[in-house]
């Protein structure tokens, strides 16, 4: 999803709609104090919805998101469906191993 914030601003005035120049500035939706943004493996961005993060923790979200609106936690672990195991290359994956394994899908920009 995509939103676009626009002005429109008369320079000189226009008599053809032929002859409208227009300029086009595309800047992030991102806070401005934000210094760097996180590309995704294409793997987690699938799963994730974006290729890009500003927040990389928002990827752990949406795997502890998955894994409940699946039924997929078992004791102090997760079973990997087929979604997960295309991300972690296994079965099942121990909850303190998570984030390690998502930070390594991720590289900051």
């Known amino acids: 999803?995509?939103?676009a914030i626009y002005a429109v601003q008369e320079l000189r005035e226009i008599n053809f709609l032929l002859d409208l120049p227009i300029t086009i500035?595309?800047?992030?939706?991102?806070?401005?104090t934000t210094s760097s943004v996180y590309k995704l493996d294409?793997?987690?961005a699938k799963l994730v919805g974006r290729n890009y993060l500003a927040h990389p923790k928002y990827a752990l979200t949406?795997?502890?998101?998955h894994a409940r609106a699946h039924n997929?936690?078992?004791d102090k672990s997760i079973i990997c469906d087929d979604t997960l195991q295309q991300i972690f290359g296994c079965f099942r994956i121990k909850l303190q191993n998570i984030w390690p394994r998502l930070s390594g899908l991720m590289k900051r920009t």
């Open 25 to 32: 500035m595309a800047t992030p939706l991102y806070h401005p």
């Open 1 to 3: 999803i995509y939103r």
């Open 42 to 44: 294409a793997r987690l």
């Open 62 to 65: 949406i795997v502890h998101a």
């Open 72 to 74: 997929l936690y078992v």
